[in-house]
């Protein structure tokens, strides 16, 4: 199967959330979904938080990569931070996730970046699997924390 790669455009922004809410149904994760294409026009394409990169199988939305800069203290110099990578499930085992990931290595290595750092949901033995096989490390010594909602505003109220 042959797939074809490229930066997402504002016209394909519906794409972009359908892709995202596939992506949170198969996480289990449906409700915490608020995004509209109008926060994601404004996030992706006005204040440019993050880019896309949208694969397609001919015609047909077949994955997604969502991505932005971090930065290592560390290191010294910025990295990628790989907020979402999602193949369709009917594409999946053809190699539209390593071919992203790829895509995503040139960028970072392009530009110069010192790592590429993600997620994943410790369920998700498949996926788990695959980015093992690519040489990633998992960081088990870490454990992500979390500030949303109510707590953000809370704590950001405080003087």
């Given at each position: 199967?042959?797939?074809?790669?490229?930066?997402?455009?504002?016209?394909?922004?519906?794409?972009?959330?359908a892709?995202?809410?596939?992506?949170?149904e198969?996480?289990?994760?449906?409700?915490?979904?608020?995004?509209?294409?109008?926060?994601?026009?404004?996030?992706?394409?006005?204040?440019r938080?993050?880019?896309?990169?949208?694969?397609?199988?001919?015609?047909?939305?077949?994955?997604?990569?969502?991505?932005?800069r971090?930065?290592?203290?560390?290191?010294?110099?910025?990295?990628?931070?790989?907020?979402?990578?999602?193949?369709?499930?009917?594409?999946?085992?053809?190699?539209?996730?390593?071919?992203?990931?790829?895509?995503?290595?040139?960028?970072?290595?392009?530009?110069?970046?010192?790592?590429?750092?993600?997620?994943?949901?410790d369920?998700?033995?498949?996926?788990?699997?695959?980015?093992?096989?690519?040489?990633?490390?998992?960081?088990?010594?870490w454990?992500?924390?979390?500030?949303?909602?109510?707590?953000?505003?809370?704590?950001?109220?405080?003087?």
């Open positions: 199967m042959e797939f074809r790669l490229h930066h997402a455009t504002e016209n394909e922004l519906p794409i972009i959330l892709l995202i809410k596939e992506l949170a198969y996480e289990k994760l449906s409700h915490a979904v608020v995004a509209t294409e109008k926060i994601l026009r404004e996030s992706l394409f006005e204040r938080a993050a880019e896309v990169v949208i694969g397609y199988a001919g015609e047909e939305p077949a994955g997604f990569a969502v991505y932005y971090t930065f290592s203290t560390f290191l010294g110099v910025p990295g990628m931070y790989l907020e979402d990578l999602f193949v369709v499930p009917r594409f999946r085992r053809h190699g539209l996730g390593r071919q992203l990931l790829v895509h995503l290595a040139r960028i970072a290595d392009e530009r110069g970046y010192g790592r590429i750092e993600w997620s994943v949901l369920w998700n033995e498949l996926a788990i699997g695959f980015y093992t096989s690519l040489r990633a490390v998992p960081m088990d010594e454990t992500v924390f979390r500030l949303t909602g109510d707590a953000l505003r809370q704590l950001a109220d405080r003087r």
